[in-house]
């Protein structure tokens, strides 16, 4: 997809669960990476396989002409950037920097000025996938940004994923990012209510799931997270604590909106009560755990 | 799937959006159709397709060895069985008697009991496919009751559908039709949600879509309700009143049986909503008014 | 309050926790009292009293020329009397019926159109005031019904309670009651929210009580529960398992109505995941063991 | 209250509904105040009353030996404390600082954190009351801190308030502040619900009142607040957009801390509609409007 001449200096931080397959394809793509991750043994995978293990997010970002960020909150965002040897004060004028991490659409922004101001052209680009997605390099980037920057990071997102949306000006990613997770939050919800309500009436959840595949209602992640339901084992996918934080983060534009969303605000308490009650970290389909804990 | 000499006198109660092209494949098949309906002037389609007229839900039931109701709620139904000129005293022993309304669990099994002392054999049969699977014989049935009613039955079955499952005993079609109901009000409401958040960040609906068609989330029922959604029509396919109605009867069964669904009573509100506020009949979809009316 | 000459036959049908004491009252009060409950031994305490005990709801009402109900829900209330040896059938013209169990504003009017063919006259009476209100003869009556009828009630309805409320036709008192209990219930789920929250962030719930009662948020029914709350203990007082149903019946009324209601909708789904999980009798204030089951 | 010898150099910092009428108190009490506004106008009553206008929080900081803030959310203390002349800086070793706005219990312990740091004491101490509370000096604080700091700020406190609770440490107040708001919330959200029932069931919402001013649902702030929900005037005295707020902040904690709270989800939902379709400042009151607008 693209010649030797477009290989780049690209740096990654964030190594979980979606940030080492990525990081992984973009070393077979034959980019140069560098990367760190606050708890460095994530990283030793991708360190064999080529990559450079920088001592602090500033030395990622002084080292790359593309940095991407994939990590899991809001805070650990800022931190990266704005924490201390943070990578923001290194961002070199003319690099691009694209953020995967699921955020708010206002830090979103807040990281674009702070760009902006250094010359540094910035994309909020969250993903959808999950880590098997992340694998096979077939994720769905949510692009906010410039369209000539966009233009410009998309040999790059091509080795990652399959597909790319430009949705709008910087926030604009993460909005939409926000409103599909809370989409997929529902519909896994929604199926767990549904198992719950004819399991206690005596019916087989099975049936139910077999009648759900025959039927309109059938998706994609509830053909994923319907075996988990069914045999109530949880390993984390998309972990439960993120799905949590993103229907927060979705919650909170809402109401910075004064957009009411009386079912997702519903969903959010059920998988809050879960996520209370868990000892261990568990994929979001374990929502299910509300009724059988 | 049937030869000729299967063919049975079937007595169709309810002309509905759904009963009208059920009735009209039943025709098709070669089968003997005696119809009634509480406005009269619904039969006339099949009528003219060779339907004979009845004059009361007892006189279909007299007519008919295979009888099958499909009205709208619960009230409906006991007035059609057990009002004046009530089917359930007409109903032949050794007939067999198909309900494809949607209605409590409970009913069913008090419809079940009454015909069992007339030595009629029941079967609960709710359907999901929408007017579009009723037009196109593509129904999928959820059955409750007897294994060999079911057999007997599934040649009729397969005139107006394409699948059927055995769920349990009487109420399980029943049961399992509110769970399903459920989750497709739900996911509609959770796109209705995701719409409102990200068209008043300032984003097209469009896109949004977009995304949700490439991504995990996507379902036949999204496919079919995003663009009502977005056009604001909603010319009737399910009708509000009637999935209000079946989110009732989901939470009054959970209610009974100390389940808990949270989402699902959050939604059910909504719709209410729209319900109260609107004038005219809608489709269900049209839960997005209570975003944008 | 009233002559000798104002001595009445009365009947009582429902002998629970509200039932009896009011009984008691009516007795003291020097009314001869005809009594039945579906578990006689209820009737124990009434007996020793002075009232008869009759076989059947049918037996009370022949004896009567002034009947009051107090059943636990709709279903009791159409056995008593429609049910085989009923009470409606032997309602004599010109007594007066008053029905103080909660149950729906449209049962209220079907059972004021059934009495109105006997020419009996029918009010629609629920109370609030707890057990303790009817042991102390200080209930509140929310009527439904006739002015003139109510103006003939007054002298037994100040036997049990000490004020009364004409709120409309009939319906109107158990619509009125049904919006009560919402706000009773809401109350106390709040109070268990807020108890929740501080508890976990590490606060006595002593605490938040004692700043409650010195605040605008102090109400009679949370100087009543807030003990319970703190204590976990849940004797009995208004059982759960009825407040359920009177959320129910407010939310089928509104629904009913196209009126949503979103929080009552949200509290019910908690004193639902109680009631599912309770094994014995609770007081409704034990819909905080959501948190700390 | 206190002798002359205690009169204290004071600066109050937040001049709105609340602010306001407590240094017009201070001031009666004989104490020196130095104020600041972010609108310097809503200053002009105090300073006619002998307060000094201070040009910045820096420069009231510099001239209080005991500090007392009173803003409308987090990021406005956060711009008072840290902002460009903000108070932090100036505040003298040695000295009291207490916060009176509504914050999360987190930036409570923030603000210790840094004020210790200079060796300056710090309480966390929200009001309850409203702005009448706060004219007549009948406000009720909810502290988090230091024993003996409290005891020092008592004499000043109680210029302002009749009552104060001592909670635990720093966000201990906030914590127990959030939780009385969303009681508060939800017993006016209750209420609203109530009357829409009974409103759209043909009923006049003024009987409703009546009656649950005789019963055990009574209480302060249903008092004041019925009349605004039965005329729909809804003047400012606590606005909407700050319970709105406060709502947001329990919910925050909740999940940040595992404990689910669907009732004060779904009424956050139902203020969070209200407030987006407001074009004006309305009291919270106003969260009737969700069912007439």
């Known amino acids: 997809m693209e010649s030797s001449a477009g290989r780049k200096k690209i740096g990654l931080i964030g190594l979980g669960l979606m940030g080492r397959p990525m990081g992984m394809n973009l070393i077979k793509a034959g980019h140069s990476l560098t990367v760190w991750n606050r708890t460095a043994s994530r990283a030793d995978e991708l360190v064999a396989a080529g990559a450079k293990l920088a001592k602090s997010p ?79 390099g077939e994720l769905l980037f949510m692009i906010g940004g410039d369209a000539d920057t966009l ?16 949705l709008g000006p910087n926030g604009a990613g993460q909005t939409v990012k926000l409103a599909m997770n809370l989409i997929l939050a529902l519909q896994v919800d929604a199926l767990a209510e549904a198992l719950a309500l004819v399991t206690r009436a005596g019916i087989q959840g099975e049936k139910l799931v077999e009648v759900m595949q025959s039927s309109m209602a059938r998706s994609g992640v509830l053909d994923v ?8 084992e949880y390993v984390p996918s998309f972990p439960l604590r993120l799905m949590h934080k993103d229907l927060g ?37 374990a929502v299910m755990r509300f009724w059988k804990s």
């Open 151 to 166: 233009k410009e990071a998309e040999p790059i997102l091509g080795v990652m994923g399959k597909k790319w949306f430009h």
């Open 58 to 136: 500033q030395e990622v970002a002084a080292a790359s002409d593309f940095l991407l960020t994939m990590v899991s909150d809001p805070p650990a965002l800022e931190e990266v950037l704005w924490g201390s040897n943070g990578a923001m004060q290194a961002l070199e004028h003319g690099s691009i920097y694209v953020d995967s991490s699921t955020i708010s659409p206002s830090l979103a922004r807040k990281i674009a000025a702070a760009c902006a101001e250094r010359g540094v052209r910035f994309l909020d680009a969250p993903v959808t996938g999950g880590d098997w997605g992340a694998k096979k």
């Open 225 to 232: 997270k319907a075996p988990n339901l069914l045999k109530g």
């Open 249 to 285: 983060l979705a919650l909170d534009l809402a109401n910075q909106l004064g957009v009411a969303l009386p079912a997702t605000a519903a969903a959010r308490e059920t998988y809050n009560y879960v996520k209370g009650a868990a000892k261990e970290d568990l994929d979001y389909s």
